[in-house]
């Protein structure tokens, strides 16, 4: 157990819906970083947290958003879902600080189905 | 051209032999390498971190970089059923910096 929650762990949504998917760091973890990962993409880098300000973006579409709230935990909105957004999503925190030491602690993933 | 490029497999080798994992990657600046072990349905967990060119060992596991040549590599000594498993390398150009992985290659231990 890396001590990373998210939830849910499976969604079945509709093309053109929204959902949010919500992630817990490690105890006193202060980054916090959203990746995708599907067969073809790997694991994608989308958006990385610190201490509730952004810190990092990667090729996150313009369709999702996220932000981190004053308790740590955060929130990766997805909006007008199509079919290709269906993947796993990960979060993931890295131990207390802005420098990362390489380890990055993952949650088990929230698996989004886009039908 | 991707900034890390991996061979996803499936890789399969017999018990006990020693297994080779590589990736390539095009960033230059790229100084912190990892290796990273992925079960099915769980989420990647650290195996190696090293900082620029180099070698490291740990149990049986040792991660290679050559920045000269922009290839890094893990090998597995011995090798286990256990360790069957996908194995994602990851860079970041600082520890500040975004952490960029690649696609993971599968592999599996034949008992």
């Known amino acids: 157990d890396s001590g990373v929650t998210q939830t849910p762990k499976h969604l079945i949504t509709a093309t053109g819906q929204r959902v949010t998917l919500r992630c817990s760091p490690r105890s006193g973890d202060l980054s916090v970083y959203w990746y995708q990962q599907s067969l073809d993409q790997g694991l994608q880098f989308l958006i990385q947290y610190y201490n509730g300000e952004e810190r990092a973006k990667g090729n996150i579409l313009e369709r999702f958003s996220a932000q981190q709230f004053p308790d740590l935990h955060s929130e990766l909105n997805l909006s007008s879902l199509e079919l290709g957004d269906s993947a796993l999503y990960f979060c993931?925190?890295?131990?207390?600080?802005?420098?990362?030491?390489?380890?990055?602690?993952f949650g088990e993933g929230s698996r989004l189905t886009v039908l | 051209q991707k900034e890390v490029e991996q061979d996803p497999g499936p890789l399969s080798v017999p018990e006990g032999a020693i297994v080779s994992l590589n990736c390539t990657y095009s960033n230059s600046a790229f100084q912190y390498f990892m290796w990273y072990r992925q079960y099915s349905r769980k989420g990647p967990e650290l195996l190696m971190y090293?900082?620029?060119?180099g070698n490291k060992e740990d149990g049986r596991f040792t991660a290679q970089v050559d920045k000269s040549s922009k290839y890094i590599s893990l090998f597995i000594r011995d090798s286990q059923p256990s360790d069957s498993a996908t194995y994602l390398c990851a860079m970041s150009a600082s520890r500040d910096d975004k952490i960029i992985f690649g696609k993971g290659t599968r592999l599996h231990i034949l008992p």
């Open positions: 090293t900082y620029s060119s």
């Open positions: 993931a925190s890295s131990v207390r600080g802005m420098l990362h030491t390489g380890e990055l602690f």
